[in-house]
């Protein structure tokens, strides 16, 4: 007979949200300088959190927190009408689609970066390096992602 999983009812919540969908992308980040990566320099889209979030469930077991720089041009949308949350929900449901699925491939392609919750631990919009970036603190349930720096912490 096989087991059954049991779903986490305490879990941050994920999944897709309803609203508008704003094109946005990671900002790259070298490992360990913090100013602009140097041409032969390795980037990556973020690095996972080395702090401990209580307040998120489920924190180091189910989900781990990441904090990256999103490329949005958030003055022009803030121009519009759309609050800041709107603005976050929109990129996050972007970047938790699924890259497009190869010619006769059979096998459902997952999200790059896990499942991006829609609720942020903190964010703020700023400038960066000539870009107009939304800087967050987000909450994934991938431990280990290609895309990040480091991995997630064990409690």
């Known amino acids: 007979m096989k087991k059954r999983r049991r779903k986490n009812k305490n879990a941050f919540p994920t999944g897709l949200t309803e609203g508008p969908e704003f094109e946005c992308r990671f ?13 032969d320099e390795e980037v990556r889209c973020g690095r996972y959190h080395g702090s401990m979030f209580w307040e998120v469930p489920g924190f180091g077991k189910t989900q781990w927190v990441v904090v990256c720089n999103i490329i949005v041009d ?3 949308l803030v121009a519009e009408g759309h ?3 709107e603005i976050f929900r929109g990129c996050i449901k972007f970047l938790n689609k699924p890259p ?9 392609t997952k999200p790059l970066y896990g499942d991006l919750s829609h609720v942020p631990v903190r964010m703020q919009f700023k400038e960066k390096r000539g870009d107009k970036v939304l800087q967050a603190l987000i909450v994934t349930n991938k431990r280990r992602c290609k ?9």
Do not use: C, L, V, Y
């Open 74 to 76: 958030w003055e022009s």
């Open 100 to 108: 497009a699925r190869k010619k006769f491939q059979r096998r459902q």
């Open 147 to 155: 895309q990040f720096w480091s991995e997630g912490i064990i409690t």
């Open 83 to 85: 609050s800041e949350e």
């Open 27 to 39: 900002q790259p980040q070298p490992e360990w300088s913090f100013g602009a990566p140097a041409p």
